[in-house]
C-alpha cells in the first residue's frame, strides 16, 4: 500500500470522515469497472459499490483492517465480495468464478475465450469510457482499446473478472488468488490462456511487432 494511503486509513481511523473521500476518489473508478464486470448493470453495479465503500468504511474507522493485506487486495476483497452478493439477490443463477460451461461435441481447449466474439461488430457506444485496460502501457490505438474492451466483455465470467483484475485493477495474480481462493496455477494458466486468444484476435488486423509491447 502506497504510504499517502497509510496516512489517509490513520486520519479516518481517527475520526476524519472527510479523509475517506480521498480514497473513494480514488478508487471509485476501478472498483466500479470491477463490479460492473460482474453484475452488467450500471443501476445495480453502482448500488454495490456504494455498498463496498460503507462496508469498508466501517472496517477501517473500527480499525478492522490491520494492514496484513495489501490495502488493494482488502479493498478489492469487499467490491469483488458485494457484487457477488448482488448478483444472488437479483438472479436465479449462481455467479460462477469456477468452472467452465461447455457443451460443444468438438470443444478444444480455449475455445471458449473467442464464444461469441466478433471484432467486426464493435460499437464504441458499448464501452465503459473510463475503462483503462493499460494503464502502465501504451495504448496503440483507439481501435485496439475497443477490441481489447470488447474481448474482454465477451469472455466467460471465470476469464473476464480475473483479466479486470488484473489489468483494470492492476493486481498482481498473487492477489487475485487470494481474492478469488483460487489456486496460483489456475489464475496464471487463465490469464496466459486469454492474452494468447487476445493475440489472435489482434494479429488479425495489427503486425507482430506491434503488439509485442502491448500484449
Same mark, same amino acid.
Given at each position: 500500500?502506497?504510504?499517502?494511503?497509510?496516512?489517509?486509513?490513520?486520519?479516518?481511523?481517527?475520526?476524519?470522515?472527510?479523509?475517506?473521500?480521498?480514497?473513494?476518489?480514488?478508487?471509485?473508478?476501478?472498483?466500479? +469497472?470491477?463490479?460492473?464486470?460482474?453484475?452488467?448493470?450500471?443501476?445495480?453495479?453502482?448500488?454495490?459499490?456504494?455498498?463496498?465503500?460503507?462496508?469498508?468504511?466501517?472496517?477501517?474507522?473500527?480499525?478492522?483492517?490491520?494492514?496484513?493485506?495489501?490495502?488493494?487486495?482488502?479493498?478489492? +476483497?469487499?467490491?469483488?465480495?458485494?457484487?457477488?452478493?448482488?448478483?444472488?439477490?437479483?438472479?436465479?443463477?449462481?455467479?460462477?468464478?469456477?468452472?467452465?460451461?461447455?457443451?460443444?461435441?468438438?470443444?478444444?481447449?480455449?475455445?471458449?475465450?473467442?464464444?461469441?466474439?466478433?471484432?467486426?461488430?464493435?460499437?464504441?457506444?458499448?464501452?465503459?469510457?473510463?475503462?483503462?485496460?493499460?494503464?502502465?502501457?501504451?495504448?496503440?490505438?483507439?481501435?485496439?482499446?475497443?477490441?481489447?474492451?470488447?474481448?474482454?466483455?465477451?469472455?466467460?465470467?471465470?476469464? +473476464?473478472?480475473?483479466?479486470?483484475?488484473?489489468?483494470?485493477?492492476?493486481?498482481?495474480?498473487?492477489?487475485? +488468488?487470494?481474492?478469488?481462493?483460487?489456486?496460483?496455477?489456475?489464475?496464471?494458466?487463465?490469464?496466459?490462456?486469454?492474452?494468447?486468444?487476445?493475440?489472435?484476435?489482434?494479429?488479425?488486423?495489427?503486425?507482430?511487432?506491434?503488439?509485442?509491447?502491448?500484449?
Amino acid at each position: 500500500m502506497q504510504e499517502k494511503d497509510i496516512e489517509i486509513l490513520r486520519k479516518v481511523q481517527s475520526g476524519d470522515i472527510q479523509a475517506f473521500g480521498e480514497i473513494v476518489e480514488k478508487y471509485k473508478d476501478r472498483g466500479f +469497472s470491477l463490479t460492473l464486470r460482474i453484475l452488467k448493470n450500471h443501476h445495480e453495479a453502482e448500488d454495490s459499490l456504494q455498498e463496498a465503500f460503507l462496508k469498508l468504511y466501517r472496517s477501517v474507522s473500527e480499525k478492522r483492517f490491520e494492514g496484513k493485506s495489501s490495502f488493494s487486495t482488502y479493498f478489492y +476483497s469487499i467490491v469483488y465480495n458485494t457484487a457477488v452478493d448482488h448478483y444472488r439477490k437479483f438472479t436465479s443463477k449462481r455467479f460462477n468464478i469456477t468452472s467452465i460451461d461447455v457443451t460443444d461435441s468438438n470443444y478444444r481447449e480455449g475455445d471458449e475465450l473467442l464464444k461469441c466474439f466478433d471484432e467486426t461488430e464493435i460499437d464504441g457506444r458499448l464501452y465503459i469510457e473510463d475503462l483503462n485496460l493499460n494503464t502502465e502501457k501504451n495504448v496503440l490505438s483507439a481501435e485496439i482499446q475497443k477490441i481489447v474492451n470488447k474481448y474482454i466483455g465477451a469472455l466467460p465470467e471465470h476469464y +473476464s473478472v480475473i483479466l479486470t483484475m488484473f489489468y483494470v485493477n492492476e493486481l498482481s495474480q498473487n492477489e487475485i +488468488s487470494e481474492i478469488l481462493s483460487l489456486p496460483l496455477g489456475t489464475i496464471k494458466n487463465r490469464i496466459f490462456r486469454a492474452k494468447e486468444k487476445l493475440k489472435e484476435v489482434l494479429l488479425r488486423k495489427y503486425p507482430t511487432e506491434e503488439l509485442l509491447e502491448y500484449i
